[in-house]
C-alpha cells in the first residue's frame, strides 16, 4: 500500500508514462513536470489555490490511477497566477464562465475551476508535504461532495457518471469517517448512486 502522498503520486506519474506511451508513443511523458512548475508558481505568488480532481484522488486514496490533466480550484479568476506561469512556459487555451484552460510547456492541460462554490473548497484545503514542498489539496469530505456534485450534473456522460460514483467508493472505504461529515441527504444520495442491482 503507498502510505504517503508522494509515494501515491509517484506511482500515478509511473501510470502516466505507460498510458501515454499505450495510446501516443510517448513513453516517457507523465504531469511530474507540470505538477512542480504550477505548484512553484502558486508558491511564488502566495495565491489561494487547491488540487482537486484526479490528482487529489492520488493524493487520497492508494489504490493506483492516472489522469491526464491536472484540476486546479480557485476562489477567484484573479487569483490565477497568469504572470507566474507564463514566465514558466505555460499558455492559456481558452476560457469559460466558470473554468479557464491552459497547457503546460509539456502539453499537459490544466483546468482552474473558479466561483463561490471553489471559494470554500480553496479555504478548507489541506497541506501535504510531498517532494520538498507544501501542496494543498482539497479534503477528502469535499472530494467526495465534488464527486458527488459532478455525478449528478445533468448531462453528464453515463461512463463518467459511473466513475464518479465509483470514486467516491474508493475514497470511503479509505475514510470511512467521512460520512459522518456528510448530510443525510448526501449519504442518501451516495447509496442511491453505488446501489448494485438485485
Known sequence: MYRTTEERLRVGFILDSRWFGMKFNQGDRSKEQTLHLLIDAFIDEQVPYAIIGGVALQAHTSDPRTTVDIDVAVPDRADIPVVALEARGFQRTGSFEFTENWKSPDEIAIQFSTGQTWAGVVARAEVHFAFGKPIRFLTA?????????????????????????????????????????????ERDLIDRLTRRPD
Open 141 to 185: 469530505v469535499d472530494l467526495v461532495r465534488a464527486k458527488l456534485a459532478a455525478a449528478t450534473e445533468p448531462g453528464r456522460r453515463k461512463s463518467k457518471a459511473h466513475q464518479d460514483a465509483v470514486d467516491i467508493e474508493v475514497v470511503l472505504e479509505e475514510h470511512p469517517e467521512i460520512l459522518d461529515h456528510l448530510t443525510a441527504d
